[in-house]
DNA sequence: CGGGTGGTTGATTTTACTCAACTCAGGTGG
DNA sequence: CCACCTGAGTTGAGTAAAATCAACCACCCG
């Protein structure tokens, strides 16, 4: 998704404050006041952007900072008792990675870049510290972890009771929203994520993945080769998304 | 559950303060100095006992605070785009249920008593402005949220990943494990939820639930009777909820 | 040019769902 | 007090959906 998010909304190397980055009215800094965002400006760290497949921290590290994306996209895998990876969630630019190790000793699992990717770390503690005199942050910051909260109940919701084809129809609705919601084209996007991740992710077999998406290519729903993604019929797409008593 | 609740661990009847409530070390309180879990008791309501069917609050009511379960136990249902209820949670005592609306304008889901249940209210922005002097308190609420957001994972995680059998194993070992944190025996108790509600919960048909209980019974894992259950290898129930590399 | 990864397609199998019948316990009302 | 009814739970037979196994293709990179 970066190879995209490179695009559009100009990313200017020098977009290094808050006031001055287009996804501020998405991010935490959302409902803050200038001076405010002054602030939180001032505890946030810039890192060197993230190469495919770097982590941007694995699962037991010790717990210190929040993330969000400022470009590109990242995943975020569980290992639970030795076994194998489960995919838990995608970041998109904006989004908070890291929210689930609050108030844990370490992070509960691995966060891991799907292309090159560029984030905004910002150190829990001092978060933490500047939100007590900052009320909007504060909510902001409630909204954010509420909100993943929601995201996954919905995501249960999916998976226990959703068929292959709606999940996959899910998949790309939410996805199309996401990009909406960022400026980039609802449309035509470019899956920063291989089959498996999407396989992984929504509890089904890589073949079936592959099968579903040739399904919804001859149906007309969507265009896909490679990872570039069309999106024909949206509205089709969300009836398949959304249609009950299937089961 | 409640009717057990009512039982071993006294439960005065007025015991209506948290620092007299012997849930206190489990529940929000944690980590809070006398002085503070006095303050945090003001604004605390107490609310006449649920009845079995009773819903706490429900879907798309106006979200106005958190609730802490004192004895009894809870169900969180939500329902999307009309479709039918997905079970996304059960509440026992010192759990708290609503936080999943922080920063919503409503609830986004319903809360239902599965037997008598009382709870602590705690009108969210009562809890807000305590917790900006607070610092314990707010690190505790952080807590409650994101071991909400780590538990969910490990619901996704059992919903895309486990087998049915894995997924009972793993519901009635969790189950043991929070009544034994909460003082109750982790051998024997008495479910508050229907087969249907279990099924819902775990993604699996109630015959599904059904059989595979039976199946346990004769394996000798556990001896159900109705909603009585008492485990008689806790070990080898663990042995099958964390079975890998099985499909 | 060869090896490897990521992706697709086909055939078969497995798992759990659906449909249906039936049991059991509790509650109600005659 | 008992017959009946209802809802919850169990059991069985057949089915459907997706997993698995296996082969194959295409692209990329050295």
Redesign the pocket.
Known sequence: MADTATGSPRTLLNETRCQTCSLSSLCLPLALELQDMDQLDAIIRRRAPLKKGDSLFRQGTPFTSVFAVRSGSLKQMTTEGGGEEQLTNFYLPSELAGLDGIGEASYPGTVVALETTTVCEIPFDRLEALSETLPELRGQLYRSMSKEMRDDRRMMRLLSRK???QRLATFFTNLSDRFRRRGYSPFSFRLSM???DIGNYL?????????I??RFQTQGLVA?S??EVNILDLEALIEVAEQEGC?
């Open positions: 068929t292959a084809d291989s089959r498996a509890g089904l077999a890589v073949e079936t993945v592959s099968r998406l040739g896909v490679g990872r089961r």
